[in-house]
């Protein structure tokens, strides 16, 4: 533990079960193992010799921000011999490409318009076509590798895809790793990241989606190339089928921050770092990812996102597919201030608005759930009572341009918590968790698009200031939610459901204009829940650990841990929940689509 964590909390930390997992896996079939980067190599060999006599073609085709420099050195080193070909050669010049998604990356150093290109795109016709013949009439055995290499050679003996990790590809874009075929790697990392989250990232999901049923093997060079693993396609493809079938949880990140605190740290067992932790994205399934893991532990890290795309009806459910399509709807986060300070104070966009300006379906409706706080602990929340829209936007002006502070507490509520409070904030509504809370974020999806309108005179942990977006916030804050609607819509909303010896349901409380139902369960004993034909995103609020079990043994037990994130795909159906590890009592937050349940 550091110095900068008081006295009490190290006391109240140590009487803490330390159980969080922070690697959980799911399992690949028996019958397979995980390869490392000789029996990868092995393996393409044999296949190639089996499919493709003495002039096979093997594809590697590699999501952007995977080392190619690095790739194909390991692969003129492990095929010597063969002929190595970069699909890449037949893109577009960047600056065509430059051109072509200018409309959806504006001047804005972080918020874009969602792109719906598709890679064919970004790849000149004639030169492809080049490349393509070049590869059919070479003589002897080909690689062809870069993104889009399938494009290059659609009829290749053997195909591999070669994944990265959102996570990871942020982590190299703050090293100095540039996008696509560009030159901008000491460009600002939010830009970096607004170009892969718009563009990029969206053009390869569906690019790669695209050949999941032709995948021969998945190579996972998160950890770098020489350290790289592999599953073949079919243990891919069965590893996510199983997920889709029983609880899981994907693989968390956390991150520091200016306003972090050590609740992270303390209570879950996080190495110390010299900034606090601000963010654990515990439960984002289009950033986290999933490890894949054989009986011997050997793992490959694959982005969840794989499963959203290749297992929608099963996990996410008919009615939440048809209403979101292949994309998860929810968002489980923590935010921890705790001896920190206060969030950026902020706004989200209307569903209309978010629409029009960014090209997104939906929105960022959200909610705090307590999960522990100091007793000063606050919520700022709605506007006070008679706030005159002008005004307000003035001050923040004058703050923004560093004239004087901007003063919070007269124009938004300052609201106390207690932990287990859960308090909703539907988009338009102007709020930020104060200092000495340790929040469980329960949201929508569209996590970026956050228009921070004060950040309390503070620079980024880069010395930077962080984007601030007035203009964005006043087109969006609702300026009746004033005190009197706040009191009334979106605190302390619980609402008893049921109640029986040993278990009590209650609706938590998100608000009738945001999509997400939340119920919280009380139990000292095995209870019994129920998808309802729609995927359930859960979090162990308290006891020290619980066990997911099939009335009808579908799958395996399931052990959670306190403050662990876990997902029942909408294709279980049934299953129970029971204390274990020595809990007494346990509560757990379960969230849902509202109005998809079947029964």
């Avoid at 110390?272 to 654990?280: G, K, S």
């Avoid at 005159?388 to 923004?400: E, K, S, T, W």
């Avoid at 379960?590 to 349940?597: E, M, P």
Wanted: charged share 25%.
């Amino acid at each position: 533990m550091t110095s900068r964590v008081p006295d009490h909390w190290l006391a109240r930390a140590e009487g803490t079960p330390r159980n969080y997992d922070f690697a959980p896996s799911v399992p690949i079939p028996d019958s397979e193992r995980v390869l490392d980067a000789s029996g990868f190599w092995a393996h393409v060999r044999a296949l190639a010799a089996s499919r493709g006599g003495d002039r096979p073609v093997v594809a590697l085709d590699t999501y952007p921000g995977v080392d190619l420099v690095g790739l194909e050195a390991a692969t003129r080193s492990a095929l010597p011999g063969w002929t190595v070909v970069d699909a890449e050669r037949a893109a577009l010049p960047i600056d065509r490409i430059d051109a072509l998604i200018a409309p959806n990356l504006t001047d804005d150093r972080v918020f874009g318009r969602m792109s719906q290109f598709v890679l064919d795109e970004f790849y000149d016709e004639l030169s492809l076509r080049q490349v393509r013949t070049e590869v059919h009439d070479r003589p002897g055995p080909t690689v062809v590798l870069g993104w889009g290499a399938i494009l290059a050679a659609p009829d290749a003996d053997v195909v591999v895809l070669v994944d990265l990790a959102r996570w990871e590809a942020q982590r190299r874009f703050r090293a100095g790793t540039p996008n696509w075929r560009c030159n901008n790697g000491a460009e600002d990392p939010l830009r970096k990241f607004k170009r892969g989250y718009f563009v990029e990232w969206r053009v390869a999901d569906r690019h790669k989606a695209g050949f999941f049923d032709r995948l021969d093997l998945v190579l996972d060079t998160n950890r770098g190339i020489e350290d790289a693993t592999a599953v073949t396609g079919a243990a891919f493809r069965e590893a996510l089928a199983r997920a889709a079938h029983r609880p899981f949880r994907v693989v968390p990140y956390f991150d520091p921050g200016v306003w972090g605190g050590y609740w992270m740290e303390t209570m879950l067992g996080l190495e110390p770092v010299a900034e606090n932790y601000a963010w654990c994205f515990d439960c984002v399934p289009e950033e986290n990812s999933l490890l894949l893991a054989d009986g011997s532990g050997r793992q490959v890290e694959v982005p969840s996102l794989d499963l959203v795309l290749r297992q929608p009806r099963e996990l996410l459910g008919e009615r939440t597919f048809a209403r979101f399509g292949a994309e998860f709807p929810i968002r489980f986060d923590f935010l921890d201030t705790m001896g920190g300070g206060n969030l950026s104070l902020q706004v989200h966009p209307l569903t209309d608005y978010i629409r029009r300006t960014f090209g997104m379906s939906y929105t960022q409706d959200e909610s705090y759930y307590l999960l522990d706080c100091e007793d000063d602990a606050v919520v700022y929340l709605g506007l006070t009572e008679g706030v005159d829209p002008q005004a307000m936007v003035d001050a923040l002006v004058r703050a923004q341009s560093g004239d004087e502070p901007f003063p919070a507490e007269q124009f938004v509520n300052v609201v106390p918590v207690r932990k287990h409070d859960h308090v909703a904030i539907p988009a338009g509504t102007v709020h930020c968790s104060g200092t000495n809370s340790m929040v469980l974020e329960i949201s929508a999806t569209p996590y970026i698009f956050t228009f921070k309108l004060w950040d309390w005179d503070r620079v980024g942990l880069d010395g930077v200031p962080r984007p601030v977006h007035i203009e964005h916030g006043a087109r969006n804050i609702q300026w009746d939610r004033d005190t009197q609607w706040v009191r009334e819509n979106l605190v302390d909303r619980v609402q008893v459901v049921a109640e029986e010896p040993g278990h009590r349901e209650e609706r938590t409380g998100l608000h009738e204009l945001e999509f997400i139902e939340t119920r919280r369960h009380w139990f000292v004993r095995a209870i019994h829940l129920d998808t309802a034909g729609t995927v359930n995103v859960l979090n162990l609020v308290e006891g020290a650990a619980a066990v997911v079990a099939s009335p009808s043994g579908a799958f395996e037990p399931f052990e959670v841990h306190y403050a662990e994130t876990f997902i029942v795909p909408a294709a279980v159906g049934p299953y129970d929940l029971t204390p274990a590890g020595g809990a007494s009592r346990c509560g757990v937050v379960v969230a849902s689509v509202r109005g998809t349940a079947t029964r």
